[in-house]
Each structure stands twice: as structure tokens, then as C-alpha cells.
């Protein structure tokens, strides 16, 4: 069982950023492959930055490209999102997931995903 906790959302003006973290229980993290989605009003869930078990691989959305860097530590059990450039089609709410992956197509897929957060509130301002 690994429960996931996001903070480090909020209100930023376009050009600016932000981190969100996301924080897990249980022994068992670095066991899993971790991603970022987000989901707009009237829009689906969107997958936007995954990281394997090691941090050694990293996949990203193309619309976030260059702009937003996941990264993992093992040891405290957390994984982040720092998200520069933001936009204001940036603008939605960020859960983080876990997921048992071993190759990019189940990392970037929600339906494969285990556990999910609760979810943090991510609006830029134009």
C-alpha cells in the first residue's frame, strides 16, 4: 500500500514557477515507477512528466518540454515537479501516481497506475 500526498501548488503569474512535491508512505517507493498528470476544467486527466524506479529515466509530455523537470529521491521517499515558463494553459490540478512500469508506454498511461494523490491546485494568471 503506498499513499501519496502533493503540496507546492498555488497562484503564479505566467513566466514564474513553481515545485510541487508529492510524498509517499510505505516501504515499498522505490519499487515504483512515479508521474505527474493534471486535469483542466472540462478536460480529461493528461499525463505530463514520469520518472522510473531510479530516477535514470524521465518522460515528458511534449507541451512541457524544456520547461518542467521531474526528479525522485529514494531515501525520502518523494518525488517533485519543478515547473518553470508556466503558461496559462498550465493551469489545472497535479496529482502525482505511482505505478509498477517497466517500460515508457505503462508509465505514461494513467489506467496502469496504482495509487493516486489527493491532488494540488495549480492556476497561472496571465
Known amino acids: 500500500q503506498v499513499q501519496l500526498v502533493e503540496s507546492g501548488g498555488g497562484l503564479v503569474q505566467a513566466g514564474g514557477s513553481l515545485r510541487l512535491s508529492c510524498t509517499a508512505s510505505?516501504?515499498?517507493?522505490?519499487?515504483?515507477?512515479m508521474g505527474w498528470f493534471r486535469q483542466a476544467p472540462g478536460k480529461e486527466r493528461e499525463f505530463v512528466a514520469g520518472i522510473n524506479w531510479n530516477g535514470g529515466i524521465s518522460y515528458y509530455v511534449n507541451s512541457i518540454k524544456g520547461r518542467f523537470t521531474i526528479s525522485r529521491d529514494n531515501a525520502k521517499n518523494m518525488v517533485n515537479l519543478q515547473m518553470n515558463s508556466l503558461k496559462p494553459e498550465d493551469t489545472a490540478v497535479y496529482y502525482c501516481?505511482?505505478?509498477?512500469?517497466?517500460?515508457?508506454?505503462?508509465?505514461?498511461?494513467?489506467?496502469?497506475?496504482?495509487?493516486w494523490g489527493q491532488g494540488t491546485q495549480v492556476t497561472v494568471s496571465s
Open positions: 501516481a505511482a505505478v509498477r512500469a517497466s517500460n515508457s508506454r505503462q508509465v505514461v498511461t494513467s489506467r496502469n497506475y496504482e495509487y
Open positions: 510505505g516501504r515499498t517507493f522505490s519499487t515504483y515507477a
